[in-house]
């Protein structure tokens, strides 16, 4: 069976996260998206433990669904054209801060289970470490080695994912906290590891160059700190429809259910470029090293970003593809596009009455985004959003890189194509 699924997210109980990042709207999006399967997040916290236990019920082995008490009031939100099944898997992201090699590192690590038991073993030990009351994603001064060992101990069919391997600060191989080699951060257990999820600045193409990950497949996930922003990346399945289905496409070599990933364009990632967020200053790396690493306004050091990162680890040209390479698709969020099309922010009431009337007359966002009709996207939201899609999916995007933790900003039309196609829509 073929399923989108979003398996890094946080819940209303992580800190910087909106009030209404619960189940009900989770169950919303996911299927506004486009989405089968969605990570819970923050199991470890005590609070959302309880909240999953109360709301969830099993489905099919290792996946859970929203109590019909809870999903009911939602469906009456859903266009008839979006709806569909939601399950729900039991994730976490931990916050690892501890010294290694004779430096602090600052490494985010995500922890997949297949049940309750086993994901309150997992809870048990780290409340044991430290505080897991006080944020969803939780920090502990433990080693992520340590970490995978406990991931491990408390059940063998656990998953652990190193996140968004790249994230200058708090990343495996981040410029500020991480290491140079993965086998650096994870020592004798690093063969336990069989994914590596790319995060929003780097794509599959990036993390192709480097031939220490050739043993790990890639993942891509949203990391939402909203109901809305799930999906900004997530992984293509088409296997059995389980954990263990999911499980087995990551840990046996010869199974090829990922097929693919659902990218974000890398250059819109908060940390694609060098940069200063304070002086505004973006810079390529060649500029970054033209400035020997200073930034040119205030003469303190940059935020090394993604693309300078992999460039100084590769050790293969760019274009080969690694030994466990799956196809991705790199595309724009839908109300990004919209935005665009109408010269507006994303979050305008504008943009929310297109995207609600679009999803009602053609269906799901991947759906509007990779699959629909160009014509059937004319016929609903005009013509100007409809070449917008077609330029997307043609790769056709122009976009300020992002640097650190400002997002990039897309442009697809100037503002003289905009009324060039209104004018021909007019005449027409």
């Known amino acids: 069976m073929k399923f989108y699924a979003d398996l890094h997210i946080h819940s209303h109980f992580s800190r910087a996260t909106a009030k209404n990042l619960d189940l009900e709207h989770l169950y919303l999006w996911a299927q506004l998206k486009g989405i089968a399967v969605v990570g819970t997040g923050d199991y470890v916290h005590p609070g959302w433990m309880k909240e999953l236990e109360t709301k969830l019920e099993p489905a099919e082995e290792g996946f859970f669904k929203l109590k019909e008490k809870y999903a009911k009031p939602m469906d009456a939100h859903v266009p008839a054209a979006c709806?569909?099944?939601?399950?729900?898997?039991?994730?976490?992201e931990i916050s690892n801060i501890y010294k290694r090699l004779d430096r602090v590192r600052k490494v985010h690590n995500l922890i997949w289970s297949p049940s309750f038991e086993a994901a309150k073993k997992v809870q048990a030990k780290l409340g044991a470490i430290g505080n897991i009351k006080s944020d969803?994603?939780?920090?502990?001064?433990?080693?992520?080695?340590?970490l995978l060992e406990i991931t491990l101990e408390a059940d063998p069919m656990n998953l652990f994912v190193p996140a968004h391997i790249w994230t200058p600060w708090f990343?495996?191989?981040?410029?500020?906290?991480?290491?140079?080699?993965?086998?650096?951060?994870f020592a004798d257990l690093t063969s336990h590891i069989y994914a590596v999820e790319t995060?929003?600045?780097?794509?599959?193409?990036?993390?192709?160059?480097?031939?220490?990950?050739?043993?790990?497949?890639?993942?891509?996930?949203?990391d939402a700190h909203s109901p809305g922003k799930l999906g900004r990346?997530?992984?293509?399945?088409?296997?059995?429809?389980?954990?263990?289905?999911?499980?087995?496409?990551?840990?046996?070599?010869?199974?090829?259910?990922?097929?693919?990933?659902?990218?974000?364009?890398?250059?819109?990632?908060?940390?694609?470029?060098?940069?200063?967020?304070?002086?505004?200053?973006?810079l390529h790396p060649k500029e970054t090293i033209k400035h020997k690493g200073l930034c040119p306004v205030c003469a303190k050091g940059v935020?090394?970003?993604?693309?300078?990162?992999?460039?100084?680890?590769?050790?293969?040209?760019?274009?080969?593809?690694?030994?466990?390479?799956?196809?991705?698709?790199?595309l724009v969020p839908l109300p990004e596009l919209i935005g665009e099309a109408k010269d507006v922010g994303p979050a305008s009431k504008a943009v929310q009455q297109a995207y609600s009337q679009m999803l009602a007359a053609?269906?799901?966002?991947?759906?509007?985004?990779?699959?629909?009709?160009?014509?059937?996207?004319?016929?609903?939201?005009?013509?100007?959003?409809?070449e917008g899609i077609s330029r997307m999916r043609q790769g056709k995007v122009d976009i300020a890189a992002g640097y650190d933790g400002e997002f990039g900003t897309i442009k697809i039309f100037s503002d003289k194509e905009r009324e060039q196609i209104d004018q021909q829509l007019a005449l027409f």
């Not at 969803?136 to 340590?146: F, H, N, T, V």
């Not at 289905?245 to 010869?254: C, F, P, Q």
């Open 136 to 146: 969803g994603r939780p920090i502990l001064g433990l080693d992520s080695r340590d």
């Open 303 to 330: 935020t090394v970003g993604v693309m300078a990162r992999v460039e100084e680890l590769a050790d293969r040209p760019e274009g080969q593809k690694s030994p466990r390479w799956r196809p991705y698709t790199s």
């Open 83 to 92: 709806r569909a099944p939601v399950r729900f898997m039991l994730t976490v």
């Open 171 to 185: 990343s495996a191989l981040g410029s500020m906290g991480g290491f140079d080699r993965m086998a650096d951060c």
């Open 362 to 386: 053609i269906g799901n966002e991947f759906y509007i985004l990779c699959d629909a009709p160009i014509d059937q996207v004319k016929q609903s939201a005009g013509d100007v959003i409809a």
């Open 233 to 282: 990346e997530v992984n293509i399945f088409d296997t059995d429809f389980s954990y263990r289905g999911i499980y087995n496409a990551l840990a046996d070599k010869e199974d090829k259910g990922l097929i693919g990933t659902m990218e974000f364009f890398p250059e819109e990632g908060k940390y694609h470029y060098d940069g200063h967020r304070n002086c505004q200053t973006r």
């Open 199 to 222: 995060g929003l600045s780097s794509d599959p193409l990036m993390n192709w160059r480097l031939k220490q990950l050739d043993p790990f497949i890639l993942v891509s996930n949203s």
